[in-house]
């Protein structure tokens, strides 16, 4: 496999965030442009990759995990948790995770 994947999983019940937005963004335009756009489904995954791996080529990119409208609290930190990555080898696949909490988020690659 590869491409770019995802998912997204509540760190504060242990949960998949289903319903997140989250968009694929092309940093090599000015403006970015936006390449993808998906919602999460019940596990916290996208239905499909963000990028197919027939699509993938070396480049920097960010996705936007938009989670203030998952979470709808006073205490969120950030509406959208941004993360910029590159793809160095356009033949591996790049999984970026997302760990929140309404006021704690990370990621790292995943497998």
């Not at 590869?2 to 694929?24: C, F, K, N, S």
């Not at 390449?35 to 596990?43: F, K, M, P, V």
């Not at 910029?84 to 990621?107: E, G, I, N």
Request: aromatic share 10%; hydrophobic share 40%; proline share 7%.
């Amino acid at each position: 496999m590869t491409g770019i994947t995802t998912h997204v999983l509540d760190i504060h019940t242990g949960r998949p965030m289903g319903g997140v937005q989250v968009e694929l963004y092309d940093l090599a335009s000015d403006p970015p442009a936006r390449i993808a756009n998906a919602r999460t489904n019940a596990d916290g995954r996208t239905d499909t990759p963000m990028l197919p791996g027939q699509a993938a080529r070396a480049g920097h990119f960010e996705l936007r995990f938009h989670v203030g409208d998952y979470f709808k609290s006073a205490d969120v930190l950030t509406e959208v948790v941004p993360v910029r990555f590159r793809l160095f080898d356009a033949k591996q696949h790049y999984h970026v995770p997302m760990l929140c909490a309404p006021w704690y988020f990370s990621t790292y690659r995943g497998s």
